[in-house]
């Protein structure tokens, strides 16, 4: 396989794990081999790192938004009234 098509295929790969990357929900190699290929590709890194400024962003934003009390009260409730797991 050549270069370019290699790539390509890494390329694809890297970007359908883009949300779990950001999230840190895969495992270390996959991490580490992630953060490789965006090391060597600037597409891919620029992708990636205009995902984080936005997953950044609206955790900001949601950080300083508060449901109302009554909101607060019914997930209370309902977390109180579900049965444990087994």
Request: hydrophobic fraction near 40%.
């Amino acid at each position: 396989m050549n270069l370019k098509v290699y790539t390509q295929l890494y390329c694809k790969e890297a970007l359908k794990n883009l949300d779990n990357y950001l999230d840190r929900e895969l495992a270390a190699e996959d991490i580490r081999l992630i953060e490789k290929h965006l090391a060597v590709c600037k597409h891919c890194a620029a992708k990636f790192k205009y995902e984080a400024e936005v997953v950044d962003e609206l955790k900001s934003k949601v950080r300083r938004i508060s449901a109302p009390a009554e909101l607060k009260n019914k997930i209370m409730t309902a977390i109180s009234d579900t049965p444990p797991e087994t």
